[in-house]
């Protein structure tokens, strides 16, 4: 990816209407903290936020994404002493939010570092195929560096939905 803010969000846009922010039929966000626990967490949130939207056909493939996403902002996005802290606003935030033709879902961190994918073919290591799953389930994924007084990153993946009618029971 590049370093671009909007060559970062291209994929938001390509083959879809624009991103109208003030379009967003539903979103919803929640605060994580920094503990690996935040993983089951984030799950626990995406699968009520899907549910309350009759989504829930999608949860496998977003809950993924979505537990890939966080735990790579828990293990890469936290400064060391972030993840002992406690009494501060957390450092980590889900956000889903839906449009009439996709789903995007994007977590922020504090760290202004670019994810990284792994250059590697070796697909039985322990860690390091995070990306590679986000890249695989969603149909695209993207990142941007945050201005203004928030600091950081957020780090994002879109899923496409089927145009409302154009689903199989509308046949």
């Known amino acids: 990816m590049g370093t671009n803010g909007s060559t970062m969000l291209e994929p938001l846009r390509q ?10 039929s539903d979103a919803a966000s929640c605060a994580l903290p920094a503990r690996y626990e935040a993983v089951r967490e984030a799950r626990r949130f995406t699968r009520r936020t899907l549910d309350q939207w009759d989504m829930g056909d999608r949860f496998d493939d977003v809950c993924l994404v979505v537990s890939e996403l966080v735990t790579n902002a828990l293990r890469h996005g936290l400064p060391g002493s972030s993840r002992c802290v406690t009494g501060q606003e957390p450092p980590v935030r889900l956000h889903l939010m839906r449009w009439t033709e996709r789903l ?21 290591a322990e860690s390091g195929r995070g990306l590679f799953l986000v890249d695989s389930f969603s149909d695209s994924w993207g990142w941007h560096p945050l201005a203004g007084a928030l600091h950081g990153k957020v780090v ?5 939905l089927p145009r ?5 029971s509308a046949e």
């Open 104 to 124: 995007v879902c994007a977590v922020r961190d504090p760290s202004h570092d670019s994810p990284v994918t792994r250059e590697t073919d070796d697909f039985s």
């Open 164 to 168: 409302p009618g154009s689903g199989p």
């Open 156 to 160: 994002w993946a879109l899923f496409r």
């Open 15 to 24: 083959g879809l209407p624009p991103l109208d922010p003030a379009a967003v």
